[in-house]
């Protein structure tokens, strides 16, 4: 069993930026997959961005793309997603996913393991 904990999510101005952060706990995240997920009130979870278990390969959301970068730090044990020149409608949840190996998937379905989630609040 996997167990992730975000961190870093907060309110910030349109305009400003973010990064959030996720571990896993107890086992090191070297052969997984890691993907970030976000929801809105009242919206369905949609996929935001994903790095391959190698950090080989990554893939984004359209919506996102230019402004958020996913990343992941073996020594730290750590995955982050640098969130810059946000926008109210990146206002969400942000969850951390993982999946044992495979490339950058952008389905929630693809996904083992879920953290609690983050707050993110972009303010007008």
């Known amino acids: 069993q996997v167990q992730l904990e975000e961190s870093g999510g907060g309110l910030v101005q349109a305009g400003g930026s973010l990064r959030l952060s996720c571990a896993p706990s107890g086992r090191t995240f070297s052969s997984y997959t890691m993907g970030w997920f976000r929801q809105a009130p009242g919206k369905e979870r949609d996929f935001v961005a994903a790095i391959s278990w190698n950090g080989g390969s990554t893939h984004y959301a359209d919506s996102v793309k230019g402004r958020f970068t996913i990343s992941r730090h073996s020594a730290k044990n750590t995955v982050y997603l640098q969130m810059n020149n946000l926008k109210p409608e990146d206002t969400a949840v942000y969850y951390c996913?993982?999946?044992?190996?495979?490339?950058?998937?952008?389905?929630?379905?693809?996904?083992?393991?879920w953290g609690q989630g983050t707050q993110v609040t972009v303010a007008s």
């Open positions: 996913a993982a999946r044992l190996g495979g490339s950058a998937y952008a389905s929630l379905g693809q996904y083992d393991y």
